[in-house]
T-cell receptor, first 115, second 114 residues
Framework: AQSVTQPDIHITVSEGASLELRCNYS??????LFWYVQSPGQGLQLLLK??????LVQGIKGFEAEFKRSQSSFNLRKPSVHWSDAAEYFC?????????????FGKGTKLSVKP | DTEVTQTPKHLVMGMTNKKSLKCEQH?????MYWYKQKAKKPPELMFV???????INESVPSRFSPECPNSSLLNLHLHALQPEDSALYLC?????????????FGPGTRLTVT
C-alpha cells in the first residue's frame, strides 16, 4: 500500500532563512507527488506537483521540490522564508495512472516563522 | 474563477438534528470530493463524485449522505451525528484524468456536534 512519511512534525525557521521540508513515500511504481499548504482556518492549496520528467519542479510562492527516486523522497525547499509562509504543509501521493484523485496525505509539517 | 465556496463556515448541531453542508464550484470541474479533517491531522477522503455520480465511498457511516445535484454543486447531508464527527469538512473539485490530483479546496465547514 502507498504511504507518505513526513518525519518532522514541527519546524521553526527565522524569516529570511532557507527551508527544507522532508517527504518520503512508499510506492511500487512511479508515483504522482504533490505538496499542499494549509493556512490556519483555510482549505488546502496546491503548491506544486510532479508527474514525470524534470525531477526539480517549481511551484507557486517561490517553492520548489526535487524528486529523488533512489531515496524515495520529494523534499520541499524555499531559499528565503517569509512570515506569511507559516502554515501546515502536506506531502501527498497519487496512484500512477489513476484518475479518481484518491490522494494519500502525509501527517503534515507545521512551519513556524520567527521574526 | 478558481474558487470553491462552502457554506456554512461554522455549524453546531445536536445529535438528533438534520443539517446539510453545501459546496459550489464554477471551474467546470467534473470531479468533486468531500474530506474530513480532524485537528492536527491530514484530510481523510470520504466521497468522490465523477460526472455527478458517486464513484468512491470510503466506508463512511450512513449518517453522512452525499448528493451531487449538478456539476457545480455538492451537498453533504448530516443526520444523527456523534460527537466524534466534530471536524473540519472540506470540499474539493478537480478535472478528471491525471488532473484529478490537482484539487481545489474550499475553506471548509467547522462542524461541532454536541
Amino acid at each position: 500500500a502507498q504511504s507518505v512519511t513526513q518525519p518532522d512534525i514541527h519546524i521553526t525557521v527565522s524569516e529570511g532563512a532557507s527551508l527544507e521540508l522532508r517527504c518520503n513515500y512508499s510506492y511500487g511504481a512511479t508515483p504522482y507527488l504533490f505538496w499542499y499548504v494549509q493556512s490556519p482556518g483555510q482549505g488546502l492549496q496546491l503548491l506544486l506537483k510532479y508527474f514525470s520528467g524534470d525531477t526539480l519542479v517549481q511551484g507557486i510562492k517561490g517553492f520548489e521540490a526535487e524528486f529523488k527516486r533512489s531515496q524515495s523522497s520529494f523534499n520541499l525547499r524555499k531559499p528565503s522564508v517569509h512570515w506569511s509562509d507559516a502554515a501546515e504543509y502536506f506531502c501527498a501521493v497519487g496512484e500512477y495512472g489513476g484518475s479518481q484523485g484518491n490522494l494519500i496525505f502525509g501527517k503534515g509539517t507545521k512551519l513556524s516563522v520567527k521574526p | 474563477d478558481t474558487e470553491v465556496t462552502q457554506t456554512p463556515k461554522h455549524l453546531v448541531m445536536g445529535m438528533t438534528n438534520k443539517k446539510s453542508l453545501k459546496c459550489e464550484q464554477h471551474m467546470g470541474h467534473r470531479a468533486m470530493y468531500w474530506y474530513k479533517q480532524k485537528a492536527k491531522k491530514p484530510p481523510e477522503l470520504m466521497f468522490v463524485y465523477s460526472y455527478e455520480k458517486l464513484s468512491i465511498n470510503e466506508s463512511v457511516p450512513s449518517r453522512f449522505s452525499p448528493e451531487c445535484p449538478n456539476s457545480s454543486l455538492l451537498n453533504l447531508h448530516l443526520h444523527a451525528l456523534q460527537p466524534e464527527d466534530s471536524a473540519l469538512y472540506l470540499c474539493a473539485s478537480s478535472p478528471l484524468g491525471q488532473g484529478a490530483y490537482e484539487q481545489y479546496f474550499g475553506p471548509g465547514t467547522r462542524l461541532t456536534v454536541t
